[in-house]
């Protein structure tokens, strides 16, 4: 079974041309409709290989596809392909298994959202799911995720996702600490998870000269309503991009990547390598014993927090000004400890 990236969005493309009996398909018009639609998809122009859409059109035909009627018919020395019937459609046959499996791991996944409030709806849905397509099973012994129903702010969660999605304005009551609460209007875009809590991400006019984007933690949260104003929607910034270069959820303005050298010990470079840092971790040497390690991020809290967290295993080598910086933490630790 073909279960390589994209399959679903390339057997759509390829049912769609089957189907077309308007044209006649050739190999190289079937791997273009397959570029198309998974550029169209993603962004992605990868490219597939003539052999993939061979593999493909095996695996449509076969048992555990969707056993489609396909003919091949000759045009001098080429090849086009169509159903045998131009009302055929992988979309009128019943779930193959391979949609089974990925419905079922949907399914799954979905369960860890049905425990926190406000996703109650959820029990529901799932039940039918579960019904309509014989994929009940005991999963509750199979995957633990790291979840806190019970996170101050989390109530908030439905509601605020709610929002974003309808593009509606809201009025936050948000009290960080030893600080009085305050009201602030707010355009909600994204939410983001690190560390177990919950951030939202958004436009705050209170600021629109100072900062684009203005991050809230969930759990500072004391009260939302929504309020009738326009919406101003997020069309300048990409979320993936917008915290590529950092760890975390802080993302501090007009500050540029830097190149970060470390020296890390052996118990540390086994736990960096099989949990890297950040997606720019690079290993430049490593003897046996000490690894040399690059990354190039923007350095913010939330990374010093975290080469803070190895201790005495890293040694910093560049820049300096990171290295007297964490130094100046581990200093004050120390002292409060002492």
Not at 315 to 338: C, G, H
């Amino acid at each position: 079974m073909a279960t390589n990236k994209h399959a679903m969005i390339r057997y759509r493309a390829l049912d769609k041309c089957f189907s077309n009996f308007g044209r006649k398909f050739f190999i190289n018009d079937l791997i273009e409709a397959c570029d198309k639609a998974i550029y169209e998809y993603s962004g992605s122009d990868i490219g597939i290989s003539r052999r993939q859409i061979f593999e493909d059109i095996k695996y449509m035909e076969s048992d555990e596809g969707w056993s489609i009627p396909l003919e091949r018919l000759n045009e001098g020395r080429k090849i086009y392909y169509r159903y045998e019937n131009s009302s055929f459609s992988i979309n009128q046959q019943p779930l193959s298994p391979m949609e089974m499996d990925q419905l079922k791991d949907t399914i799954y996944m979905l369960n860890r959202f049905s425990g926190m409030p406000h996703f109650d709806w959820m029990y529901e849905i799932l039940a039918r799911f579960e019904t309509s397509f014989n994929l009940k099973g005991d999963t509750s012994n199979v995957v633990s995720f790291e979840e806190n129903p019970d996170l101050k702010g989390l109530y908030f969660f439905s509601d605020l996702f709610n929002h974003i999605i309808n593009k509606q304005v809201i009025r936050i009551t948000y009290k960080r600490f030893s600080k009085p609460a305050y009201e602030a209007v707010f355009h909600p875009y994204h939410l983001k998870q690190y560390n177990n809590r919950w951030f939202l991400f958004g436009y705050n006019p209170e600021f629109k000269d100072k900062y684009p984007i203005t991050s809230l933690a969930l759990d500072r949260i004391e009260q939302i309503k929504t309020i009738q104003e326009k919406y101003i929607e997020n069309d300048s910034i990409d979320f993936y991009d917008y915290f590529y270069d950092v760890v975390g959820v802080s993302v501090p303005e007009n500050q540029e990547k830097e190149r970060i050298i470390l020296k890390a010990n052996n118990k540390a470079y086994h736990y960096i390598v099989t949990k890297p840092m950040h997606a720019s971790q690079k290993v430049l040497k490593y003897d046996g014993e000490i690894a040399t390690i690059e990354l190039n991020l923007i350095i913010n809290y939330e990374f010093e927090t975290l080469l803070l967290g190895y201790a005495n295993e890293l040694e910093i080598i560049a820049p300096l000004y990171l290295r007297e910086k964490i130094r100046e933490r581990a200093d004050k630790v120390i002292s409060k400890n002492s």
